[in-house]
C-alpha cells in the first residue's frame, strides 16, 4: 500500500528506451532541417540570394562614395557569399521551429518547475539574440560605416570585398547577440545559485569595466562601435538583474516553497 505521506514523482514511468530516444531525436532534427529548406527554398526564388546580399551590404553601401562598388576578389564568391547569406537568413527566419523542436524533445524529461523557467528563457533568449542582430544592422552599421569612411583620404577609393564584408558582418552579429544575451547569463547565475542576487548588484562597477573591455576586444577600433556594445551591456545587466529576483521568485521547485514555509 503506498505511502500517503510520500509524493509521486511526476516523472515516474515517462522512461524511454535509449534507441527511442536517438529515433525521436532524428525525427526532430530531421524537421528542423526541413524546416530551413522550406524556407532557404521560398528566399531562393522570392526575394533571391543576390537580393539578400544587397539588403546585407546596404548600410556599407550607403557609406561609400558616389559611384563606388563593392567587389569580388575570388572566382565563386559572386556565388558562393549569396549562397551563405541565403542559408543565414533561412535559419534566423526557421529558429522558432528549430527551438520548437527541442522544446518538444526535452521537456518530457523536465519537471513542471523547470518547464517554467526552461521556456522562457529559451524564447527570451532568442528574442534578445535578434534584437542584438537588428540592432547591430539598423544603427551600428550604419554610424560606424560613416566614422570609418569620414577617415579616408580623398586619394583613397573605397572597394571593399564581399566575402571579407560577410565575415565582418556575420562576427558582428555574432558579438551584438551575444551581448545582448546578459540578461540571460544573470538569470541563470542567480537560479542555479551560483551568485546571489546582491552579490550582482555590488559587481555592477566590475561588470562597467569587462563590458569596455569585451567591446574593445570584439568590434572594430573606433570609438562608436565599442560605445554601442558596451552601453547596452550595462544597461542590459540591469535588465538582468531584475528579471533574476522575478525568475527566482516564480519557478521555485515545490521542495524549496516548502522549505522557506516551514522555516517561516
Not at 545559485?193 to 570584439?218: C, E, H, M, P, Q
Not at 544597461?235 to 522549505?259: D, M, N, R, S
Request: hydrophobic share 60%.
Amino acid at each position: 500500500m503506498p505511502d500517503p505521506n510520500k509524493k509521486e514523482d511526476e516523472l515516474a514511468g515517462t522512461e524511454q528506451p535509449f534507441v527511442e530516444h536517438l529515433m525521436e531525436l532524428r525525427d526532430r532534427l530531421i524537421k528542423a532541417v526541413i524546416a530551413i529548406g522550406v524556407v532557404a527554398a521560398v528566399l531562393a526564388v522570392w526575394p533571391g540570394p543576390g537580393a539578400l546580399y544587397d539588403l546585407l551590404a546596404a548600410p556599407l553601401v550607403a557609406s561609400l562614395p558616389a559611384g563606388a562598388t563593392m567587389i569580388a576578389t575570388s572566382v565563386i564568391s559572386p556565388f558562393l557569399v549569396p549562397l551563405k547569406i541565403l542559408l543565414m537568413a533561412a535559419f534566423m527566419i526557421a529558429l522558432p521551429v528549430v527551438l520548437y523542436q527541442v522544446w518538444a524533445f526535452v521537456a518530457p524529461g523536465l519537471y513542471s518547475h523547470e518547464k517554467k523557467l526552461v521556456m522562457p528563457l529559451v524564447i527570451s533568449s532568442t528574442l534578445l539574440f535578434l534584437i542584438g542582430v537588428a540592432f547591430c544592422y539598423y544603427f551600428v552599421f550604419g554610424q560606424v560605416f560613416k566614422f570609418i569612411q569620414s577617415f579616408a583620404p580623398k586619394s583613397i577609393t573605397a572597394a571593399p570585398d564581399i566575402e571579407a564584408y560577410l565575415g565582418f558582418a556575420l562576427s558582428m552579429f555574432l558579438a551584438f547577440g551575444l551581448a545582448f544575451e546578459v540578461p540571460i547569463a544573470v538569470v541563470v547565475l542567480a537560479r542555479v545559485g551560483i551568485v546571489t542576487v546582491d552579490k550582482l548588484k555590488s559587481f555592477r562597477g566590475y561588470f562597467i569595466v569587462v563590458a569596455f573591455v569585451v567591446a574593445a576586444i570584439v568590434t572594430p577600433p573606433d570609438v562608436v562601435s565599442q560605445l554601442a556594445l558596451a552601453i547596452p551591456m550595462c544597461i542590459l545587466y540591469e535588465v538582468g538583474i531584475w528579471a533574476a529576483q522575478l525568475f527566482i521568485k516564480h519557478t521555485k521547485a515545490p521542495e524549496e516553497t516548502e522549505a522557506e514555509a516551514s522555516g517561516n
